[in-house]
Nanobody
Framework: VQLVESGGGLVQAGGSLRLSCAASGRTVSSYAMGWFRQALGKEREFVAA????????RYADSVKGRFTISRDDAKNTVYLQMNSLKPEDTAVYYC????????????????????WGQGTQVTVSS
């Protein structure tokens, strides 16, 4: 599968953005999907995840209540709705996918996911 993120940009603190991760090839309902982010000079960190049936979502504590991960199977796209953005949310955001037959359950680990997008920059100004 190929993953292409979009929707990043510059936004003021308190604003919102919606990131998209368009998948080509196999349907996203065959994958566990995750969003990660990497701020300048920091390690990549887990943000949110959704399982292949879309029955379970998980979030990092830092974004819980502000971000929502969702999926549109008809568009083969996963979204990350980001509200109440803070300057500390500034980072490159990456979409990741792991085929359900190989999924380990460790949704918060980078190594769980085999496929990655190229990333999209989100900058939140204060």
């Amino acid at each position: 599968v190929q993953l292409v993120e979009s929707g990043g940009g510059l936004v003021q603190a308190g604003g919102s953005l919606r990131l998209s991760c368009a998948a080509s090839g196999r349907t996203v309902s065959s994958y566990a999907m995750g969003w990660f982010r990497q701020a300048l000079g920091k390690e990549r960190e887990f943000v949110a995840a959704i399982n292949w049936s879309a029955s379970t979502t998980r979030y990092a504590d830092s974004v819980k209540g502000r971000f929502t991960i969702s999926r549109d199977d008809a568009k083969n796209t996963v979204y990350l709705q980001m509200n109440s953005l803070k300057p500390e949310d500034t980072a490159v955001y990456y979409c990741a996918a792991e085929p359900k037959e190989y999924y380990s359950g460790s949704y918060y680990k980078e190594g769980t996911y085999y496929y990655w997008g190229q990333g999209t920059q989100v900058t939140v100004s204060s």
